[in-house]
């Protein structure tokens, strides 16, 4: 079992910053992955950033160039540093660790952060 508490959602004006951090804990070794989805009203979860246990990246096109995820092995936290926000940046933001298939393959999910963005 896996489990995932993130922080540092909030209100924050266009051109903004904001962090999230995802504090992961339990079978942390059982982690392949870990990354950041969101939420927006009426819409499907949609794939922010990923990092696996290698550090490798992976971003969706529409943030890429503003935000960056890192990963913290030794404090087991994922970070999203969120620059330049825009208002369509506004959702849910939710954490999420993948196992790797040797533990399961299961998925674990935050119980998400609010992130609005005004204009």
């Known amino acids: 079992q896996v489990q995932l508490v993130e922080s540092g959602g909030g209100l924050v004006q266009a051109g903004g910053s904001l962090r999230l951090s995802c504090a992961a804990s339990g079978s942390i070794f059982t982690i392949a992955k870990m990354g950041w989805y969101r939420q927006a009203p009426g819409k499907q979860r949609d794939l922010v950033a990923t990092?696996?246990?290698?550090?490798?990246?992976n971003y969706a096109d529409s943030v890429k160039g503003r935000f960056t995820i890192s990963r913290d092995n030794v404090k087991n936290t994922v970070y999203l540093q969120m620059n330049s926000l825009k208002p369509e940046d506004t959702a849910i933001y939710y954490c999420n660790a993948d196992q790797y298939v040797a533990y399961g393959g299961n998925g674990y999910w935050g119980q998400g952060t609010q992130v609005t963005v005004s204009s």
């Open positions: 990092v696996t246990t290698r550090g490798t990246t």
